[in-house]
């Protein structure tokens, strides 16, 4: 609407200056006249009225009444703009067009009847009509503008069908605006249309109605019923976005996309969705805390991040066999207890069925090819996860309850009950975040990484194990996790840490425990240095998977000599883990020259994953 304040001004610019007369042309063949005794405005003549003309402007507060002759064809641009005391309007019944901001703000006219005559209402042409609250439209308009009632007082709106095109925030703001009924030559409801309408209640859309744009209905708070057309194809971005009454719509079959928070805060209780839909946008019905079920009629889909987060009431999904992506959080917070997916789904998103304490178990099948993280972080009861053996890409391996990446051994996805198998060699981001219930966990093997938030709100978790392979520990890896009350690291080199791995309480109160002669080496580590109390004791053999090693002598001054089972390379490295000897092994003994090596403690490495500390004297 402001766009087209410039112009408004102009017109009165342009005639304040005029003598003033009571009476003149306004058209090639059409003259006024304003009868001061009554208030009467009066165009006559044949033909179109002049743009950006308004001679009466002397008297334009004191017009109360218009009447627009029969044979006038079209109001001018702006002509009656800004008139406060015009109240009644009487249109005739040659009149073709209604120009752009023709009756802009004029906040006093009541009704306006236009006649069948009528093809096209201009942008703006009664925006900010306040009161304006009986609207009649006649049927062969085929245009309504840009904002053309936006803002005013209209009750109930019939839209005929002989309209095809609708106007951006053509109704836009309506506040006592409570019924629409949209005709069924009208392609598309666009940006707006019908946005913060407070008071509507019922909408019935036209089958001829292809796409619903942007915050057409955006906060018609007190919309209960929608009725849609059965040529739907795409609802836009917020379209009905908190519309916290809608309880009820059902969607057709010809319906493909649904916009980005097209449904946000709708109080809808069930739905079901067609075997055309394809699309399902970021938010879409995020906040839908009523809805309780959701079907989909094997509909060939991807759902967005967010798209159904927070329905607090969501216990039942029926996927049908189509669906294909379920993206980033996309069921979080949401009480569903079993999954079941098809064997269409391709791609699972980080956090898709998150925060969730009903869920129980998660089956993975063999269609899924791409898995972007913890597809379940703070589900505190999950306790059975399953990949199917055919899945090329993850498994469960060893039935340890959990997803790994197959090919890098990445373990994703873990819960209370899982069982690290040792071949795992890294945790991933956020792979066991939120398992509160987990009070203990053993991270060895081949574990050389745990990743960022790993551990991240185990609340319950009093014990760790931090296995002989760990190099580098991401940052926040046990955020959170105040309860923790006893750490071994058994690695001979402190593991790389990132900032707050720990918390600084568990970094007072804990007793960290590291292998015998290392604990300089964590008191000048970074991170590991906050511990206030730093333990050493033996490793126990069994935890490390230390098959029977002897080293002697030890301390030495020129050669070790090494015996171990299956013995195959040898490695020595600096307390820093720089490797300085590598060798290989012909047998279960062998001898080492040492004689080079400065005096110190080193880390005598066998098979690259027992280790052994050794002096050099």
């Known amino acids: 609407m402001k766009r087209h304040l410039l112009a408004v001004i102009a017109i009165m610019l342009m005639t304040v200056a005029a003598k003033a007369q009571t009476s003149g042309q306004c058209g090639d063949d059409l003259t006024w006249n304003f009868d001061s005794s009554t208030g009467t405005l009066t165009i006559s003549g044949t033909g179109d009225m002049w743009d950006g003309v308004c001679p009466w402007w002397d008297y334009y507060h004191q017009v109360t009444d218009l009447v627009i002759g029969n044979s006038v064809t079209s109001t001018g641009a702006g002509a009656f703009a800004n008139h406060p005391n015009l109240t009644n309007v009487t249109l005739g019944n040659s009149l073709i067009s209604i120009g752009e901001y023709s009756f802009i703000g004029c906040t006093k006219m009541l009704s306006v009847e236009i006649p069948n005559s009528v093809l096209s209402i201009g942008d703006e042409a009664f925006c900010a009509c306040y009161q304006l609250c009986d609207v009649t439209i006649g049927n062969s308009v085929t245009y309504i503008g840009e904002s053309a009632f936006e803002g005013c007082g209209v009750t ?114 069930s739905l079901t969705f067609g075997n055309s839909l394809v699309y399902i946008g970021r938010s879409a019905f995020e906040g839908s805390s009523r809805l309780k079920s959701l079907t989909f009629q094997n509909s060939p889909c991807t759902i967005a991040k967010s798209a159904f987060s927070y329905c607090f009431a969501l216990q039942s999904v029926e996927f049908g066999n189509a ?140 014990d760790v194990i931090i296995g002989d392979h760990v190099e580098t520990i991401g940052g926040q890896a046990f955020g959170s996790d105040y309860n923790i009350r006893e750490i071994s690291c058994h690695a001979v080199i402190p593991p790389v840490c990132t900032d707050d791995v720990f918390e600084q309480e568990v970094e007072v109160l804990a007793n960290l425990y590291v292998p015998i002669g290392c604990k300089e080496a964590y008191e000048t580590s970074p991170e590991w240095m906050n511990f206030l109390n730093i333990i050493e004791r033996p490793v126990d053999v069994n935890e490390t998977s230390l098959a029977a090693v002897s080293i002697s002598p030890n301390p030495a001054t020129d050669f070790i000599n090494i015996t171990c089972e299956n013995m195959k390379s040898i490695e020595i490295l600096s307390l820093e883990g720089k490797i300085i000897k590598n060798m290989k092994a012909s047998s279960d003994k062998t001898q080492i020259d040492i004689s080079d090596l400065n005096s110190g403690v080193y880390i005598c490495r066998i098979n690259g994953e027992k280790i052994w500390k050794i002096i050099k004297k």
């Open 156 to 269: 109930s709106i019939v839209i005929p069908n002989s309209v095809i095109t609708l106007g951006d925030s053509a109704f836009y703001q309506c506040g006592e605006l409570e019924s629409v009924v949209i005709g069924d030559s009208v392609i598309a409801i666009p940006e707006n249309a019908f946005g913060m309408c407070g008071k509507l209640k019922s909408v019935t859309i036209g089958n001829s109605v292809v796409s619903i744009g942007g915050y057409a209905f955006l906060w018609c708070m007190k919309l209960e019923n929608v009725t849609l057309g059965n040529s739907l194809e795409s609802i836009g971005e917020m379209a009905f976005g908190d519309c916290i009454n809608l309880k009820n719509i059902e969607f057709p079959n010809s319906l493909k996309t649904i916009g980005q928070e097209a449904f946000r805060n709708a109080e809808l209780e």
């Open 323 to 462: 669906i294909g992506s379920i993206d980033t959080l996309a069921f979080s917070d949401c009480p569903i207890r079993l999954l079941e997916f098809p064997n269409s789904l391709v791609h699972l998103g980080d956090g898709a069925f998150g925060f969730n304490d009903e869920l129980r178990k998660i089956t993975i099948p063999a269609s899924i090819t791409s898995i972007d993280g913890n597809v379940s972080p703070y589900c505190n009861y999950l306790e059975e996860i399953i990949v199917d053996a055919n899945n090329p890409r993850y498994d469960s391996r060893d039935n340890c309850n959990a997803i790994i990446e197959t090919e890098t051994n990445t373990l994703i996805t873990g819960c209370r009950t899982t069982s690290l198998p040792y071949s795992v060699e890294v945790i991933g981001r956020e792979a066991f975040a939120g398992a509160r219930m987990l009070t203990s966990i053993d991270i060895v093997g081949q574990v050389n990484t745990i990743g960022e938030y790993a551990f991240r709100d185990c609340t319950y978790l009093s």
